[in-house]
């Protein structure tokens, strides 16, 4: 949370890698069973912007992850480039210091927001691309569809350098229909 009148800026690089993923019932496999790669590697560039409203309720415009500069998915010129979503919301401080329930050892806040949709990929330029043996984006980093939804944050303060956080994130996303992709398209999102 932010202090009332404060605002804060943030420049969100991370680079991750990974070789397993999840299907669809949840269960942990090899990348190759679920997305038809060897492996995922990326440099992703996100921000943020965020301004305390009052000393319990800080406003927030978050595009973190934010845009894949680069990435390798093990396959040639195949890339995973391109802009995530957007998200927009307000979080409040419920448990805390400054929280509507004081508390000098526990954090607890929830923050409510939308994902705006960032531009896709132009699938057909990209199929141009890979015939031409050009580097190619084979897939959106995200969905590029609206939704809304909300997040959950809990800490346990140790000392004034030091808290353990959980965190959760739930987001419904809204039906969209004739999604782009590089093999054509799909009915619905």
Known sequence: MLPKGVIRTRIVPTYAFANKGFDEDGELV????????????????????EYGATDWLTAALQWAPGYNVWSDLGTGEATMNGAFDLFAGAKVLILGDKGFVPNETMRFAAALGVKIPMPGADFDKELENMVAGDP????????????????????????????????????????????????GVEDEV
């Open 30 to 49: 090899d990348l190759t069973e679920t997305l038809v790669i060897e492996k995922l590697k990326f440099f992703n560039l996100g921000a943020a912007l």
């Open 136 to 183: 190619f984006i084979a897939a959106d980093p995200d969905k590029h569809a609206f939704g809304m939804g909300g997040r959950l944050f809990f800490d346990y303060i140790i000392n004034s350098d030091m808290f353990i956080n959980l965190y959760n994130e739930t987001i419904y996303y809204f039906p969209r229909e004739d999604v782009e992709h590089l093999g």
